[in-house]
């Protein structure tokens, strides 16, 4: 299972624009767009996008600058740009801004979307989530069916619940922050600056349904000042 992967279009030739569109919204993408640089900035910086296809040539603030301008904030948003300039300058320019890739104009709109999809694979974006867990001999968690069962004991889940732990089981070699959870999985804009107890909540519903004893987490645990995360033992 797979939550829609966000996609922003920051490009200013209209039938452009709306081809792309058109394509990624065929493909089960949720996707945005703007025809101009300094709104695209803004909109890139507000953290919700899987990835982001930036044209060079813009009204306001050109792709470079942009590009430039996200990695000041995010060195790991993933960043395809988008131009009808092919020599090897620009492309140089581009990818040593932080562009993960760059592709000329015109292009077949099928490579196009092997490369966005290998963006997201390098990036560990828009992977399959496991449909179900194992967490030691004893838990195992339906995410299909947002059930599962401990030590022969039959749980129940929310949406939200299973949401959170489908990602940080998918990304268990680290710890996941707060800040990270409320923008991959409620869908917040990054460094919004919530004063929310939301995720925290949530983390406390969940472990007195999936740990044996709650007070002592042995599967959903906290990593002092980095976030939480979920073992398999």
């Known amino acids: 299972m797979t939550r829609k992967i966000r996609l922003l279009i920051v490009e200013d030739e209209a039938a452009i624009r709306t081809?792309?569109?058109?394509?990624f919204v065929f493909h089960g993408y949720e996707v945005n767009s703007t025809a101009d640089g300094v709104e695209g900035l803004k909109l890139a910086l507000s953290g919700q996008y899987d990835l982001i296809l930036l044209d060079v040539m813009l009204p306001g603030m050109n792709g470079f600058d942009i590009c430039s301008g996200i990695r000041e904030h995010d060195r790991e948003q993933p960043i395809i740009m988008l131009t009808a300039k092919s020599n090897d300058e620009d492309i140089v320019q581009g990818l040593a801004l932080g562009a993960d890739d760059y592709v000329a104009k015109p292009f077949s709109v099928a490579q196009l979307v092997l490369r966005v999809q290998a963006v997201l694979r390098r990036s560990g974006i828009g992977v399959s989530l496991e449909n179900q867990i194992h967490l030691g001999d004893e838990l195992v968690l339906d995410c299909r069916n947002l059930s599962g069962t401990l030590q022969q004991t039959a749980l129940t889940f929310t949406r939200r619940e299973m949401d959170i732990l489908?990602?940080?089981?998918?990304?268990?070699?680290?710890?996941v922050s707060r800040d990270e959870l409320l923008t991959k999985v409620?869908?917040?804009?990054?460094?919004?600056?919530?004063?929310?107890?939301?995720?925290?909540?949530?983390?406390?519903?969940?472990?007195?349904?999936?740990?044996?004893?709650?007070?002592?987490?042995?599967y959903l645990v906290t990593v002092r000042g980095a976030g939480y995360r979920l073992m398999a033992e």
Not at 19 to 23: A, P, T
Not at 167 to 172: Q, R
Request: charged content about 30%; hydrophobic content about 40%; glycine content about 4%.
């Open 19 to 23: 081809g792309l569109i058109d394509l």
């Open 166 to 175: 489908q990602y940080l089981h998918a990304n268990a070699e680290r710890p």
């Open 186 to 218: 409620w869908g917040y804009a990054k460094n919004l600056e919530l004063e929310t107890r939301t995720v925290d909540i949530h983390i406390a519903k969940l472990r007195r349904k999936i740990e044996p004893d709650a007070a002592n987490p042995r």
